[in-house]
Structure formats: structure tokens, C-alpha cells
């Protein structure tokens, strides 16, 4: 199947500072990609919807500007956590659509601690 | 959001027992996928059921898109220690849109 990969697979930083986490479809073109959010023990919680070449669609209750997103490339979206904070400690997923199928695969995830 | 009815919630057997674990949905969809996610892992895709009626397999897996299109179901026969995880049914839509996730079955298999 197709590949998706994440970095970085895990991060500890200190309360205030931002933190990158980058998506990329290793062996097939995305023009759309999607960020969830996991709790323990919990399903997946879908963020935001990340477009090539434009804005972001952000979920209900999320902040665009706590979470920023960038689709730089057909093959590459990033989300930035922008003044961490504790609440913030969680596990992020990232997710690229094959066009076409209805088929979507999954990086490996990105657990997040923020002291 | 959304959310389809997955069940059960969770799951303890023998190992070598076969497994069925299902998913209902209000709406119709175009595709029912299935994956399995470890601990500290990405979900991983096991199944995708393109077709109403659709029953595949892969390996000891067979999952069933039904001919509603508002269900879904998959067996694990024979389970083994490794089938240990969460499984994770979802409904999608062909194109760019979310998909559609059920709460998750977690199996725990007794050696």
C-alpha cells in the first residue's frame, strides 16, 4: 500500500515553544491530507483538513491559529503547534486520501509532550 | 461529528478462537475501510471494500461491505497473540473528504 511518513515520531518540549510536525506521501501525490488528534484508550479526532495550495479547513473547536497548517507541496503538509502548552501533550496523526478510492492511509503518528 | 456505531467495544478470547467485530452507519458509503492500530502506532489499513455486497480477504481477515452500505463487518479467524490492537472501522466517499470512524473494537487475545 502506500506510504505515509511523519517526523518527528516523538517530542518533549517546554511550555510556550512551537513544535513542527511534518507529513509526507512518500510514493503517491496528495493534494489533501488530514490531521487527527488521538487521546488515550479514545478514537481519532479529525483537526483540520490540509489543501494544497490553500487555506486549511479547520474542524469545529480547533484553533487555526494554535494550530497552524502549511501544504507546501503535493507531497508535504505540516502542522505547527504554536505556544505549546501542557493540554497539548497528545498523539497526532497525519492521513493522505488516494484520489479516487475513498482509501486513505496513515503516518505513524507523532506523541507529543509538553512540559 | 459523526461517528459509526462499532461493537463491540471491546473483545477477550483464546488464542484460536475466530473473532467478528461489526460497524453501522445512518448514511450510506462509498467505501468501508478497516484498520488496526498498536500502541504508539499509526493506524494501520487492512481491508478496503470498494463494492456493496464486496467480501474480501486478506489472509486470516475477511471483511464484508454490506449491501446497504451502511454496514460493515470483519472476522479474524484463528486469532494469534500478534492480533492484539485496537481495530478501527471507517466509512468514506470517494475524492478528498474525512473519513468516518467508529469508536474501536480492542482485542486482547489469551495465550
Known amino acids: 500500500g502506500a506510504v505515509v511518513s511523519q517526523h518527528p515520531s516523538w517530542v518533549i518540549c517546554k511550555s510556550g515553544t512551537s513544535v513542527k510536525i511534518e507529513c509526507r506521501s512518500l510514493d503517491f501525490q496528495a493534494t489533501t491530507m488530514f490531521w487527527y488528534r488521538q487521546f488515550p484508550k479514545q478514537s481519532l479526532m479529525l483537526m483540520a483538513t490540509s489543501n494544497e495550495g490553500s487555506k486549511a479547513t479547520y474542524e469545529q473547536g480547533v484553533e487555526k491559529d494554535k494550530f497552524l497548517i502549511n501544504h507546501a507541496s503535493l507531497t508535504l503538509s505540516t502542522l505547527t503547534v504554536t505556544s505549546a502548552h501542557p493540554e497539548d501533550s497528545s498523539f497526532y496523526i497525519c492521513?493522505?486520501?488516494?484520489w479516487g478510492t475513498g482509501t486513505q492511509y496513515f503516518g505513524p503518528g507523532t506523541r507529543l509532550l509538553v512540559l | 461529528g459523526q461517528q459509526l456505531n462499532q461493537s463491540p467495544q471491546s473483545m477477550f478470547i483464546q488464542e484460536g478462537e475466530d473473532v467478528s467485530m461489526n460497524c453501522t452507519s445512518s448514511s450510506i458509503f462509498n467505501t468501508w475501510l478497516w484498520y488496526k492500530q498498536d500502541p504508539g502506532e499509526g493506524p494501520v489499513l487492512l481491508i478496503a471494500l470498494y463494492k456493496a455486497g464486496e467480501l474480501t480477504s486478506n489472509g486470516r481477515l475477511t471483511a464484508q461491505f454490506g449491501i446497504t452500505r451502511k454496514d460493515s463487518f470483519l472476522n479474524i479467524s484463528a486469532s494469534i497473540p500478534s492480533d492484539v490492537g485496537i481495530y478501527f472501522c471507517?466509512?468514506?466517499?470517494?475524492?478528498?473528504?474525512?473519513?468516518?470512524f467508529g469508536k474501536g473494537t480492542r482485542l486482547s487475545v489469551i495465550a
Open positions: 471507517a466509512g468514506g466517499n470517494s475524492g478528498n473528504t474525512p473519513l468516518v
Open positions: 492521513s493522505a486520501p488516494v
